[in-house]
């Protein structure tokens, strides 16, 4: 039988499908690293822009650095914080009777029932039960400092705030609350040996371990890391200083940034010093 010429165009048919151009297949990439870089900063953009990472440590990761970790969570800041203590300690029915918990371990849901147990109403008027109340909202489980495995992607912390950028484990700035944790975190930097060779700057601000020193030295903190932030921020948009010393690095002008705040906040003595991770 005779084949209908007009269907021909109507059967199906196989396309072999051609490589790009090699400058085609350039461009795709290019564009595709374009459109990644736009990705990237735009989710800065709804973040508030370039932030640094920043650790908050003191004795118990209880009181002052958990505040310091609200207020930077709070204002958008990847942070993680730690305390340098051998044990948890919470103060108890008396000097002599403290409670006393491992880092690492039991959460601070799981010490306020227990507290809350013990007696509530003791707990509640110190403040701890008002203390846990904000840490359990803030992390799961008190961290010591000594234990961190910096490096090590924290994908387990996912609920932790703060958590977004802070998720390769390693920070820009730590802020000790005590002088004695600035000399643990100091001392313990010089231990590791600096296997990354990644400079960190560790600045302690000395803040009275109570609850109404922790809320005024958390505000400290947050305009501290504004002030590192903003400096940083310049740098890296090649802006650079804004009194004509473009040539000046970030790492070069913390001290300075330092001083300024110092003078804003002169209760609360500071401590600086440039270690490596």
């Not at 165009?9 to 090699?22: D, E, F, M, S, V």
């Not at 440590?57 to 305390?83: D, K, T």
């Amino acid at each position: 039988m005779a084949t209908d010429p007009r269907l021909a165009r109507h059967a199906p048919q196989t396309i072999t499908p051609q490589p790009l151009p090699q400058q085609s297949q350039q461009k795709t990439a290019v564009q595709d690293g374009a459109d990644e870089k736009a990705q990237l900063e735009s989710t800065n953009k709804e973040d508030g822009g370039f932030k640094l990472k920043f650790c908050t440590v003191c004795a118990s990761n209880q009181n002052r650095s958990m505040e310091a970790h609200l207020r930077l969570s709070s204002a958008s800041y990847p942070v993680i914080s730690f305390g340098t203590g051998s044990l948890v300690r919470l103060p108890g029915p008396s000097i002599n009777q403290p409670n006393v918990y491992s880092f690492n371990s039991k959460t601070y849901d799981e010490i306020y029932n227990e507290l809350s147990s013990k007696d509530r109403g003791l707990y509640r008027a110190n403040g701890l039960l008002n203390m846990l109340e904000r840490n359990r909202s803030v992390k799961r489980v008190p961290e010591r400092w000594q234990d961190w495995p910096v490096g090590r992607p924290r994908l387990d912390h996912e609920s932790d705030r703060g958590s977004r950028g802070s998720e390769g484990g390693v920070v820009d700035v730590v802020i000790t609350c005590e002088e004695r944790c600035w000399d643990a975190v100091v001392d313990n930097l010089l231990e590791r040996g600096s296997p990354m060779n990644k400079p960190v700057h560790v600045i302690n601000v000395d803040i009275k371990d109570n609850h109404e020193e922790a809320l005024v030295g958390g505000n400290a903190i947050l305009d501290l890391a504004d002030s590192l932030n903003e400096a940083a921020r310049l740098e890296r948009e090649g802006d650079g200083w804004k009194g004509g010393e473009g040539d000046r690095s970030f790492d070069t002008r913390v001290p300075e940034i330092l001083a300024e705040w110092q003078e804003r906040w002169p209760n609360l003595p500071a401590l600086w010093t440039l270690a490596w991770f």
